[in-house]
């Protein structure tokens, strides 16, 4: 494909690799075990990554980065775990449809960089687009509208007038219609469309994307409209609340010179398994 110029709202990133990438991580209070999970993750990465890109919904909710002032206990140590690797390798941190007011402040304590709602990455010759991926979920007609009205920078200021009571109650009661609605309708409808994904590689010239979001890891190979999708999806982190037959979930992706490869640790406990797919 040719080369376009990326358009205002996508930066871009070339590093060197290997990259790592991780998102949904959803980390809070009722998720102690999948915290100490994504801990020793970060310990490998500050290990063996040359830089670590976390592409949105780190936290399960975030009312605003006044809430580092005086952190939880869970808290405290999600911001402690984040800044030993910020102050090793590079960290960036991507905002996700439930920790979308992560702001700068945030991001000085913990010694990462905040990256824009769409990245260009370039690791030697791969070039990939990254995005949390609810921005795609475009058959969510009731989510895009309220997706659009959060992020106008009038309302997020407003809500952060509000005590952090206030806004923990907001965002409780968000979540609870959230889980609710999800469970009434289709679940396509929250899975993203290729439409949207087509165009969106079109306008950068890329044909490769990587994103989180939809709890449906994996490497998928598509097309829309002749516009060649060769997609990667992260993992979502799940070890506290799972049924007697689930395996906790967790993995992450690699970009390196020679291409990308998808690890998910849980699916075998004694073989990592994973996907590895150099993108033309």
């Known amino acids: 494909m040719s080369s376009s110029p990326p358009p205002p709202s996508c930066n871009k990133l070339v590093l060197s690799g290997p990259v790592w990438l991780a998102s949904d991580i959803h980390l809070g209070p009722q998720n102690p075990k999948t915290a100490q999970a ?153 899975d993203v469309q290729l439409q949207s994904i087509a165009k969106r590689l079109s306008e950068t010239g890329l044909e490769t994307l990587i994103h989180g979001h939809t709890h449906r890891p994996g490497h998928y190979v598509d097309a829309h409209q002749c516009v060649p999708i060769d997609r990667w999806v992260l993992p979502d982190w799940e070890a506290d609340h799972l049924g007697a037959q689930d395996i906790a979930r967790g993995g992450w992706i690699v970009v390196n010179e020679d291409g990308v490869c998808l690890h998910q640790p849980h699916i075998n406990a004694k073989t990592e398994s994973s996907q590895q797919h150099s993108p033309g």
């Open 38 to 190: 994504f801990y020793a993750f970060l310990d490998k990465a500050r290990a063996q990554a040359s830089a670590l890109l976390l592409l949105g919904d780190v936290f399960d909710v975030w009312i605003g980065d006044d809430c580092i002032e005086q952190p939880e206990p869970w808290l405290k140590e999600a911001l402690a775990q984040l800044r030993a690797v910020g102050q090793h390798i590079p960290l960036w941190m991507g905002h996700g449809n439930r920790d979308f007011l992560m702001g700068s402040r945030l991001a000085r304590e913990v010694h990462a960089q905040m990256l824009a709602p769409q990245t260009i990455l370039e690791v030697g010759p791969m070039r990939l687009l990254l995005a949390h991926g609810d921005e795609f979920c475009t058959s969510d007609l009731a989510y895009q509208r309220f997706r659009a009205v959060v992020r106008h920078a009038w309302v997020q200021r407003a809500f952060l007038w509000l005590t952090k009571r206030q806004r923990q109650a907001i965002a409780h009661r968000a979540r609870q219609k959230s889980q609710q609605t999800q469970s009434e309708q289709n679940a396509i409808w929250h």
